[in-house]
């Protein structure tokens, strides 16, 4: 199961970003996916997720400004981040908890993480 994360980058405050999430190996519209972000020294922490039924659920504190989107064709999960605040600064991971192609239980995988700078 590999998840291949691209999108991050340097944006200033008030820009946009959108954040794609690859996924191969397992069976993609069957799965939940969801992006994290963890800052050096904090705990990962969940910024959005979107069910394999598209149900979305997303933190506090992007609510209004990120959209969480998935294309089952594609067998990919993106993230798009408007009204972006520097505080918005961390590593980005998307994720899901999933039984590979193949496999019988369940097990957790992230994807490498790119790394999102709001800043001017």
């Known amino acids: 199961v590999q998840l291949q994360a691209s999108g991050g980058g340097l944006v200033e405050p008030g820009g946009s970003l959108r954040l794609s999430c690859v996924v191969s190996?397992?069976?993609?519209?069957?799965?939940?996916m969801a992006w994290y972000r963890q800052a050096p020294g904090k705990q990962r922490e969940l910024v959005a997720s979107?069910?394999?039924?598209?149900?979305?659920n997303l933190a506090d504190s992007v609510k209004g400004r990120f959209t969480i989107s998935r294309d089952n064709a594609k067998n990919t999960v993106y993230l798009q981040m408007n009204s972006l605040k520097p505080e918005d600064t961390d590593v980005y991971y998307c994720?899901?908890?999933?039984?590979?192609?193949?496999?019988?239980?369940?097990?957790?995988?992230w994807g490498q993480g790119t790394l999102v700078t709001v800043s001017s």
């Open positions: 979107l069910s394999s039924a598209g149900r979305p």
């Open positions: 994720n899901t908890v999933a039984i590979p192609r193949g496999g019988y239980y369940r097990k957790t995988y």
């Open positions: 190996g397992i069976v993609f519209r069957n799965h939940d």
